[in-house]
Nanobody, 115 residues
């Protein structure tokens, strides 16, 4: 069973930065899509950022220019650098790895941005 463990969440003031990490229990495969989602209280879980192993990225409009997804294959880790944070970024952030016939989720990490 593949495990994803997120870390790096916490409380930060508006305008601040956080870097989330997602440690994957196996190597990152060429067919993997690495993804971050978030879910605010009472809302659906929405895509924040995705990245293919070949480097193609996609971001939600609300985070473009502020968030960056990256990966370190040597550490089997996916990152989400979050800058210029806003109170509306407050949510539980989830890491996901998906590919042909598989999808794995992490347990989530809370990010709270105070105004």
């Amino acid at each position: 069973q593949v495990q994803l463990v997120e870390s790096g969440g916490g409380l930060v003031q508006a305008g601040g930065s956080l870097r989330l990490s997602c440690a994957v229990s196996r190597g990152l495969f060429i067919r993997d899509s690495m993804e971050w989602y978030r879910q605010a209280p009472g809302k659906q879980r929405d895509m924040v950022a995705t990245r293919t192993m070949l480097g193609s990225t996609n971001y939600a409009d609300s985070v473009k220019g502020r968030f960056t997804i990256s990966r370190d294959t040597a550490k089997n880790t996916v990152y989400l650098q979050m800058n210029s944070l806003k109170p509306e970024d407050t949510a539980v952030y989830y890491c996901r790895i998906s590919g042909p016939g598989y999808t794995y989720w992490g347990q989530g990490t809370q990010v709270t941005v105070s105004s």
